[in-house]
């Protein structure tokens, strides 16, 4: 079956300090990949998101993903945090039409 | 402009009541969802509707019934609540289908069945 796995529940970084956010997906084919973003009591908001083409996919807020296809990856990444971007992020894979979300990555910042 | 709203925001049950979660969008957008969110589970599909007059059961349907008004809303109708219902609800739309378009998301209900 497909699935989504985001193996870190919980990551704390600075603020100004590079940010790497970890997802795995299982699936035969080239999915569809999609990064959402849940600021705290608020609905989910798209980061940015993979069809084809350019594996480097550049979404809002600066934040950025690479889908590497031999590691079945789709990280998510920002050169340096802002106290703002405190919040849950979720990986998501389309398949058949249907979308998967992994389990949720939450960040914490600290000054 | 308000995007999608649900009511209420919160509400508790007790264990075999009944209620609607009411949710609405102004963006004329033609597919509508309903989602559970746990901790751990990330968001899991109820119920969605693709298009005006059509509804199909997503990954968790059992407990649960929708309705599809009109083209802007789509309520969700616990009709005997059960301690399991636990969790917090979000709808949310888009314009075509959920991978071509993005999910705009309400702000959720929070319910806890007691």
């Known amino acids: 079956a497909q699935s989504v796995t985001q193996p870190d529940i919980h990551i704390t970084v600075s603020e100004g300090a590079s940010l790497e956010l970890r997802c795995n997906y299982s699936y035969g084919a080239t999915p569809y990949l999609f990064w959402y973003v849940q600021s705290p009591g608020q609905g989910l908001q798209l980061l940015l998101k993979y069809f084809s083409g350019d594996t480097l996919v550049q979404g809002i807020k600066g934040f950025e993903a690479e889908f590497k296809r031999s590691q079945s990856s789709f990280n998510l990444r920002k050169p340096s945090v802002h106290w703002s971007d405190a919040a849950e992020y979720f990986c998501a894979v389309g398949v058949r039409r249907k979308l998967i979300f992994g389990q949720g990555t939450e960040l914490s910042v600290k000054p | 402009n308000a995007g999608v709203t649900q009511t209420p925001k919160f509400q508790v049950l007790k264990t075999g009541q009944s209620m609607t979660l009411q949710c609405a969008q102004d963006m004329n957008h033609n597919s509508m969802y309903w989602y559970r969110q746990d901790p751990g589970m990330g968001l899991r599909l109820i119920y969605y509707s693709a298009s005006e007059g059509t509804t199909d059961k997503g990954e968790v349907p059992n407990g649960y019934n929708v309705s599809r008004l009109n083209k802007r809303e789509f309520s969700l109708r616990l009709e005997s609540a059960a301690p399991s219902q636990t969790s917090v609800y979000f709808c949310?739309?888009?314009?075509?289908?959920?991978?071509?378009?993005?999910?705009?998301f309400g702000n959720g209900t929070r319910l806890t069945v007691t």
């Open positions: 949310a739309s888009s314009e075509r289908g959920q991978l071509n378009s993005p999910l705009h």
